[in-house]
């Protein structure tokens, strides 16, 4: 009878460890993740009642380039205590072009004379406190969340410089709902943070479709736009800017 209990006792072993790292895996989990967004800009970056400087550039307007995005996100079972999410949102667009139109940005005056040359850097950090509302067929996050801005813009043409840069933290809202295609592996995201506050706003939006190749890997295939419209005094800060374009990243679950 002992023999028995022992070889038991050691048939449980390969069990227990199974549960053991089947539960460890289902109370805390850690997220990495990162995507290359091709993203178009456009919009108006100037006095707010004219024509702005991006605007005026000739040929077609926006300009496309790739943006490595990079994420980490902890996940655990505590009651009262969020989530946490950190995403590192690389964005820049420099290049040299023509305008149409003559365009005043604070003091300075550029015209169409010669080539005007900018840098547009609107490079931030996402930090997301959030709660896992439900996680079954359909995964609910609620939270809020903070944009770590660095903003900067500098435009040349000859002696005329204007250049403006902006620190600030931004508190936001923010959800995301993931719905599974039952027996697929497929599942569609979509994911957003947002604020308005007097004459600003800030919408950040994105939604996917991810393709879960097990339980530690996802690629995913989705359209992400960032609309920004602020407003500073005098102008010279004002801005009414539209970032999108679709992007491809991969998610793994260490």
Same mark, same amino acid.
């Given at each position: 009878?002992?023999?028995?209990?022992?070889?038991?006792?050691?048939?449980?072993?390969?069990?227990?460890?199974?549960?053991?790292?089947?539960?460890?895996?289902?109370?805390?989990?850690?997220?990495?993740?990162?995507?290359?967004?091709?993203?178009?800009?456009?919009?108006?970056?100037?006095?707010?009642?004219?024509?702005?400087?991006?605007?005026?550039? @000739?040929? &077609?307007?926006?300009? %496309?380039?790739?943006?490595?995005? *990079?994420?980490?996100?902890?996940?655990?079972? =505590? !009651?009262?205590?969020?989530?946490?999410?950190?995403?590192?949102?690389?964005?820049?667009?420099?290049?040299?072009?023509?305008?149409?139109?003559?365009?005043?940005?604070?003091?300075?005056?550029?015209?169409?004379?010669?080539?005007?040359?900018?840098?547009?850097?609107?490079?931030?950090?996402?930090?997301?406190?959030?709660?896992?509302?439900?996680?079954?067929?359909?995964?609910?996050?609620?939270?809020?969340?903070?944009?770590?801005? @660095?903003? &900067?813009?500098?435009? %040349?043409?000859?002696?005329?410089? *204007?250049?403006?840069?902006?620190?600030?933290? =931004? !508190?936001?809202?923010?959800?995301?709902?993931?719905?599974?295609?039952?027996?697929?592996?497929?599942?569609?995201?979509?994911?957003?943070?947002?604020?308005?506050?007097?004459?600003?706003?800030?919408?950040?939006?994105?939604?996917?479709?991810?393709?879960?190749?097990?339980?530690?890997?996802?690629?995913?295939?989705?359209?992400?736009?960032?609309?920004?419209?602020?407003?500073?005094?005098?102008?010279?800060?004002?801005?009414?800017?539209?970032?999108?374009?679709?992007?491809?990243?991969?998610?793994?679950?260490?």
């Amino acid at each position: 009878m002992n023999k028995l209990s022992t070889f038991g006792k050691l048939c449980l072993v390969p069990a227990l460890l199974v549960s053991t790292t089947a539960s460890a895996d289902t109370v805390l989990g850690l997220y990495a993740e990162v995507n290359y967004w091709s993203a178009t800009l456009d919009g108006d970056f100037g006095n707010g009642n004219s024509n702005g400087l991006l605007d005026s550039f @000739q040929g &077609e307007n926006g300009d %496309r380039d790739q943006h490595p995005i *990079f994420s980490a996100s902890f996940e655990h079972m =505590i !009651p009262l205590i969020p989530n946490v999410m950190l995403r590192q949102n690389n964005i820049n667009y420099a290049d040299a072009r023509n305008l149409t139109n003559n365009v005043d940005i604070g003091s300075a005056t550029f015209d169409t004379s010669s080539p005007v040359a900018y840098n547009f850097d609107f490079s931030h950090t996402d930090i997301v406190l959030y709660y896992e509302i439900l996680d079954n067929w359909v995964n609910l996050d609620v939270g809020l969340a903070a944009k770590k801005v @660095q903003f &900067e813009f500098d435009v %040349r043409q000859g002696t005329e410089v *204007f250049h403006y840069e902006n620190d600030e933290t =931004i !508190p936001m809202l923010y959800g995301k709902a993931a719905f599974k295609l039952p027996f697929s592996g497929w599942q569609v995201t979509a994911e957003g943070m947002a604020l308005t506050f007097e004459d600003d706003s800030i919408e950040d939006i994105s939604i996917e479709l991810g393709y879960n190749f097990n339980s530690f890997a996802q690629v995913n295939l989705g359209y992400r736009q960032m609309v920004i419209d602020i407003e500073r005094p005098g102008a010279s800060g004002d801005s009414e800017l539209t970032l999108d374009g679709t992007y491809i990243g991969f998610i793994a679950h260490l």
